[in-house]
């Protein structure tokens, strides 16, 4: 079985902010139409306090995601993208334990996001809850999901 290998890492210089920030056009602005004013915000800024990440296969980015402080203990992952080129092999589930992973280092307890509701079931096999309604963002339907990262 050929097994791809990709390099999952926070991003650490211009470069690697601008390779990450690459997927989330063609994903977001590209692919799923939205405007890209609602798609970079505030949080791409440098010095934001936002951890970005950026997956490479071989030297190109193919994947991109973000994790903030949301509340005290609270970290927020947002803008989890996969290049179409990409989706079904497993990368998606590999970036979500790696930032997992880093929010446990940063101390948070908990992770909130904002699913589409195409990715809902995505999410909740990686154990993550639903709540509320679904509501519109940018066009397109979420819903809010919660995990608790404390070992039961």
């Known amino acids: 079985m050929n097994q791809t290998t990709y390099q999952i890492q926070s991003v650490n210089n211009e470069k690697e902010m601008a390779d ?11 692919e799923q139409e939205v405007p890209a004013d609602l798609e970079i915000d505030a949080h ?57 992973e880093t929010a446990q280092d940063q101390g948070y307890e908990t992770l909130k996001l904002n699913a589409q509701t195409h990715a809902q079931r995505f999410y909740e ?8 309604d679904i509501f519109d963002d940018a066009g397109i339907e979420h819903i809010a999901m919660v995990k608790n990262l404390r070992k039961k």
Do not use: C
């Open 44 to 100: 791409d800024e440098a010095n934001s306090g936002t951890i970005h990440f950026v997956v490479y296969k071989e030297e190109h980015p193919v994947g991109a995601s973000r994790l903030r402080t949301y509340a005290p203990g609270v970290g927020k992952i947002e803008r989890v993208a996969v290049l179409q080129s990409e989706r079904g092999t497993g990368l998606g589930r590999q970036i979500m334990m790696a930032m997992e």
């Open 20 to 30: 990450a920030l690459s997927v989330r056009k063609a994903v977001f602005i590209v």
């Open 125 to 132: 096999k990686l154990g993550y809850e639903a709540y509320g």
